[in-house]
């Protein structure tokens, strides 16, 4: 029983130090459980009813809210490693700053040869995936890390570039080399581990972006609030599907107020938000959110 009790604890230990390793480089963790999913749990999981304002991302000041916990400061780190001592991995967040972090998820499964079809995408669109960081899944899977503008959300998908290929971006979380999940171990590939994320070759970006969708009859032009990044702000949040309406609110929302053009634009994003069916009371509260986090 010892053993099986000492090694959670050693898993645990090593998940934290490789974390603070990462923090140091400027990027934002969180713990993973052996799933590779957060390993807090939402506090307000068991809350009666259905939430009366819009989706908490911590403003609770709790912790347990996914990749919105995650943090460079190694106090807060520690902190949330302590609050899970079950945790055996940890998660990096992408499209923060100041890597913007873009993951390339390479799939392995039967049915399809992703490594194939990104090449065919390179030849294609003429582009070079770059020396850059390449983490080895348990599965015989590849993240490949490259690095976005600050101006440029890219969203999370799946199988959408090609099948078996997923796209980890704003909202999105990679497992990071060290972590040690139910089927084995995540660790950086041979020569990579020097290497810094390089920059994503801008073809390829422009295949990560959604499709602009078109305004409906009568509707009303983007704002021209922070030039073209901000009608590329609000073109991202006219984009979104349900599912991802607040997220994408949230991060476009950030990346105004980081960029200093957020109170300008907030009627804008307050509008597109509304015309993909969420309320403007909702819409308020995620802009709100984004400004109090980007502001802290």
């Not at 459980?33 to 609770?60: I, Q, V």
């Not at 770059?130 to 490259?146: A, D, F, K, Y």
Request: glycine letters at 10%; a positive charge.
């Amino acid at each position: 029983m010892a053993t099986t009790d000492r090694y959670p604890r050693q898993a645990t230990t090593s998940a934290l130090a490789h974390a603070l390793s990462a923090a140091e480089r400027g990027l934002a963790v969180i713990p993973l459980s052996r799933t590779k999913l957060p390993a807090l749990r939402s506090p307000h999981r068991d809350a009666p009813g259905p939430a009366p304002g819009p989706p908490c991302h911590g403003e609770c000041g709790r912790s347990g809210h996914g990749v919105y916990d995650a943090s460079t400061d190694p106090a807060r780190i520690r902190a949330l490693f302590a609050a899970a001592p079950w945790a055996t991995g940890y998660g990096i967040a992408c499209g923060l700053p100041p890597h913007h972090l873009i993951g390339i998820d390479l799939d392995t499964k039967s049915d399809t040869d992703s490594t194939s079809a990104l090449r065919e995408l390179a030849l294609r669109h003429l582009f070079t995936i770059p020396p850059t960081v390449v983490v080895r899944t348990p599965s015989g899977g590849r993240h490949l890390w490259l690095t976005g503008p600050p101006d440029v959300v890219v969203p999370n998908s799946a199988s959408r570039l090609a099948p078996g290929i997923d796209i980890r971006g704003a909202g999105g979380y990679l497992v990071g080399p060290g972590s040690r999940t139910a089927r084995g171990v995540y660790a950086t590939a041979p020569g990579t581990t020097h290497l810094t994320p390089a920059p994503c070759p801008r073809s390829l970006l422009r295949l990560l972006l959604p499709p602009p969708r078109a305004p409906h009859a009568g509707q009303a032009q983007a704002s021209t609030a922070g030039g073209a990044h901000g009608i590329g702000l609000v073109q991202f949040v006219l984009a979104a599907h349900e599912g991802q309406r607040n997220t994408r609110l949230f991060w476009a929302a950030c990346r105004a107020y980081e960029d200093g053009i957020g109170p300008e634009l907030t009627e804008d994003l307050v509008s597109a938000a509304v015309r993909t069916g969420l309320t403007a009371r909702e819409a308020r509260g995620t802009i709100a959110s984004a400004a109090r986090m980007t502001t802290h």
